[in-house]
T-cell receptor
C-alpha cells in the first residue's frame, strides 16, 4: 500500500525552541492531516490541509501542503511542556478516499 | 463532541485464545476503522467498514477479522491470538463523503493495549 516517510522519528528539545517535522510520499495525496497523540490517548487532529501550497496555522502550529502534493511540513513555535507527545502525518490519496495512510510518527520530548 | 469508546484499555491473553475488541461511536458516522500502532511503524490499517455489514481489508488484515452488525459498533476479532499481535489497537470513525461536512478527519478512541503471552 501507500507509505509515508516521516522525519525525524524523535526529537529532544529545550522548552521555548521551535520544532520542525516533515512527511514525504512517493505518490500524490489530495489531503494532508497532522495529528497529535498524548500519552495514553488516541490521536487528535491538529491541522488539515486540502490544497497544494496551502499554509494553515492553529495557534503556535503551522503546517503546509507541499506544491508537489507529495509532502507536508509541521512547525511548532516556542515549544511548551504540553507539546510533548507523538505527532503523526496522514495522507488521503485519490484512490483511497475513505481512508488515511499514516506516517511513522515523531516523538517529541521537551526538557524544561 | 464525538465519542469513540473502546471496551478495554488493557488486555492480557494467552497464545491461541480468541480475542474480541469492541468499539462504539456515538456520532452516526458511516466509516469505522481499526488501526494497529507499533513503535517506529506508526498506525497501520487492519480493516475498515463504510456501512453496516460491509468491510474492506486494510494493509495488514492477516490474522484478524471484523464484524459490523450495527452502525455504531465495529468489532475486531483475533481468532487465535499470537505473540506478534501484541500491540496497541486504535479504533476510529469518520463521516463519509455522502454525509456532508466530510473533511477526512478521523476520530479515535483511547486505544486498547493487548499483550499476548
Amino acid at each position: 500500500g501507500q507509505q509515508l516517510n516521516q522525519s525525524p522519528q524523535s526529537m529532544f528539545i529545550q522548552e521555548g525552541e521551535d520544532v520542525s517535522m516533515n512527511c514525504t510520499s512517493s505518490s500524490i495525496f489530495n489531503t494532508w492531516l497532522w495529528y497529535k497523540q498524548d500519552p495514553g490517548e488516541g490521536p487528535v487532529l491538529l491541522i488539515a490541509l486540502y490544497k497544494a501550497g496551502e499554509l494553515t496555522s492553529n495557534g503556535r502550529l503551522t503546517a503546509q501542503f507541499g506544491i508537489t502534493r507529495k509532502d507536508s511540513f509541521l512547525n511548532i513555535s516556542a515549544s511548551i511542556p504540553s507539546d510533548v507527545g507523538i505527532y503523526f502525518c496522514a495522507g488521503r490519496g485519490i484512490q483511497g478516499a475513505q481512508k488515511l495512510v499514516f506516517g511513522q510518527g515523531t516523538r517529541l520530548t521537551i526538557n524544561p | 463532541d464525538v465519542k469513540v469508546t473502546q471496551s478495554s484499555r488493557y488486555l492480557v491473553k494467552r497464545t491461541g485464545e480468541k480475542v474480541f475488541l469492541e468499539c462504539v461511536q456515538d456520532m452516526d458516522h458511516e466509516n469505522m476503522f481499526w488501526y494497529r500502532q507499533d513503535p517506529g511503524l506508526g498506525l497501520r490499517l487492519i480493516y475498515f467498514s463504510y456501512d453496516v455489514k460491509m468491510k474492506e481489508k486494510g494493509d495488514i488484515p492477516e490474522g484478524y477479522s471484523v464484524s459490523r452488525e450495527k452502525k455504531e459498533r465495529f468489532s475486531l476479532i483475533l481468532e487465535s491470538a499470537s505473540t506478534n499481535q501484541t500491540s496497541m489497537y486504535l479504533c476510529a470513525s469518520s463521516l463519509s463523503r455522502g454525509q456532508g461536512r466530510f473533511t477526512g478527519e478521523l476520530f479515535f478512541g483511547e486505544g486498547s493495549r493487548l499483550t499476548v503471552l
